[in-house]
């Protein structure tokens, strides 16, 4: 199998985020199946929507992506997932509040319907990528469905924890971390499992992690989930790394310049171009360094995708001129 015909399996919310001036579809799990499927991955996103108007918007970004709808349920009693985006702080563009709302057709995705999304759309899943969160683990209906679907591929499990307060439980955090290979957190994250499970102390506020903190945690970590690799992303101070056997990739310390329009997305636009290097085989400095600077990108448009194709149209074209050299050096010394 070609790397580029790698299966790739989300799963999770697709929902709409109420921002003040206009709905903007959205969802973690969609966010990062969005831009995958800008870049040709055509992944399979396994959700469930309601059956309203808001659902049209979600249908309409899978159109927009190429992303086959096969592995999307329709629900005929909940709606279609709705968080309220406010911002409290004009000045501070990281600074937002949601307001994740209950009981919504995401909650509800159904077992049978999701496994065989996945075993006739994605036929070779067990040579694949597997990507999932925690927000669509908070009813048991779409929990049960997930642990299906983890226990019958033996696809590299990416786990991108992106924990949302109250919707949560240390139960869910435990046999998601169980069941991943690769885990991705933030560096609040990062501090938060350290206190559940290394008996780090709470922090009364999020605190700047040095390397060395970074390092530990990690470490102990993987050991004890036997994880095959942590990546924390810390802002605009970039991302640490760390796998099972020792190898540890920071990034540069100086940060990318952009302007930032809002950061929601950052996080799933670094989890969707790294799940793009491990599909396409590129090596995995340069993964984590095109990962950063497209979040960071990401973080310069509204929303957590680009309403501009051209926007993922520059990335490619700066992508294919960074490994024209490689090709030509390597066609000229075989």
């Not at 709705?82 to 995705?109: C, E």
């Not at 899943?125 to 997930?146: E, K, M, W």
Request: with cysteine; glycine share 6%; charged share 20%.
């Amino acid at each position: 199998m070609s790397l580029q015909s790698k299966p790739i399996i989300i799963f999770g919310e697709t929902l709409i985020d109420d921002f003040p001036d206009q709905p903007v579809v959205g969802g973690a799990p969609f966010n990062v199946a969005r831009s995958l499927g800008y870049f040709d991955c055509a992944p399979l996103m396994i959700s469930r929507v309601g059956n309203d108007a808001t659902a049209k918007l979600i249908l309409a970004d899978m159109q927009r992506f190429k992303l086959p709808v096969t592995g999307l349920q329709t629900d005929q009693l909940y709606p279609t997932g709705r968080v309220k985006v406010t911002q409290d702080n004009s000045a501070d563009k990281a600074s937002h509040k949601f307001d994740i709302l209950p009981d919504q057709a995401y909650d509800n995705i159904e077992s049978h319907a999701a496994l065989t999304a996945m075993l006739q759309g994605g036929p070779e899943h067990d040579q694949g990528i597997f990507y999932f969160g925690t927000l669509a683990q908070r009813n048991p209906v779409s929990r049960a469905a997930l642990y299906a679907l983890l226990k019958e591929t033996l696809a590299l499990k990416y786990l991108d924890l992106n924990l949302r307060a109250m919707q949560y439980s240390l139960a869910t955090i435990e046999q998601s971390l169980q069941f991943a290979d690769i885990l991705k957190v933030n560096e609040e994250e990062l501090q938060i499992l350290a206190e559940i499970y290394l008996d780090k102390p709470k922090a009364d506020s999020v605190v700047t992690l040095d390397d060395a903190d970074i390092l530990i945690n990690a470490k102990a970590l993987i050991s004890l989930f036997k994880l095959q690799a942590i990546i924390t992303t810390l802002g605009e101070r970039g991302y640490a790394y760390l796998d099972e056997a020792g190898q540890y990739l920071r990034s540069a310390s100086e940060a990318v310049k952009v302007e930032v329009v809002d950061t929601v997305g950052g996080g799933d636009a670094f989890s969707a171009i790294f799940i793009l290097g491990m599909q396409r085989g590129w090596p995995l400095h340069l993964s984590l360094q095109r990962a950063h600077q497209f979040a960071a990108g990401i973080c310069g448009v509204r929303g957590a995708v680009a309403s501009d194709a051209d926007f993922y149209e520059q990335w490619q074209q700066r992508w294919n001129a960074e490994t024209l050299p490689v090709i030509a050096s390597s066609g000229a010394n075989p």
